[in-house]
């Protein structure tokens, strides 16, 4: 299904009759303190879906520590990966092939998306009105744009 055709759908499905992509592609949607962007990788067919948790203050290494162990077999964040990037911004973010998703599956994995980036942002006790940002999608030195 194409990422136009999803979020339309989500648009019609929860009242956001608004629901467009920016010029670059890029969709934003909250659910409380869970800002999201969404956008399409079109050369690798994937969704990819980003949201920015926190902030890690300079030297915590038991929160860095505790990230990472959470990335292992990718269990702590539900299939999506912790990262902290430039700046100490704390980020959750998930890749989705796009030809495997019908409606009913992407609200489903929005929603578990959702919850864990709840979960993490009471865990970091730290919910963020910070838009996310999205790595470039060709960039292989990890560097951001703004949304």
Known sequence: ????????????????????????????????????????????????????????????????????????????PGGAALAVEDGGRITLTRRVLLEQLEYEAFVSLLEGFVNYAEYWQGKLDQPTDEPPSLPHEHGTNMDLMRV
């Open 1 to 76: 299904m194409l990422m136009e055709t999803l979020m339309a759908q989500l648009g019609d499905g929860f009242g956001l009759p608004d629901l467009v992509a920016d010029r670059q592609g890029i969709y934003r949607v909250s659910f409380d303190h869970v800002h999201l962007a969404l956008r399409a990788d079109s050369h690798a067919q994937m969704i990819i879906i980003h949201s920015t948790l926190g902030a890690l203050a300079p030297g915590d290494e038991s929160t860095m520590e505790e990230l990472l162990g959470a990335n292992f077999f990718g269990d702590g």
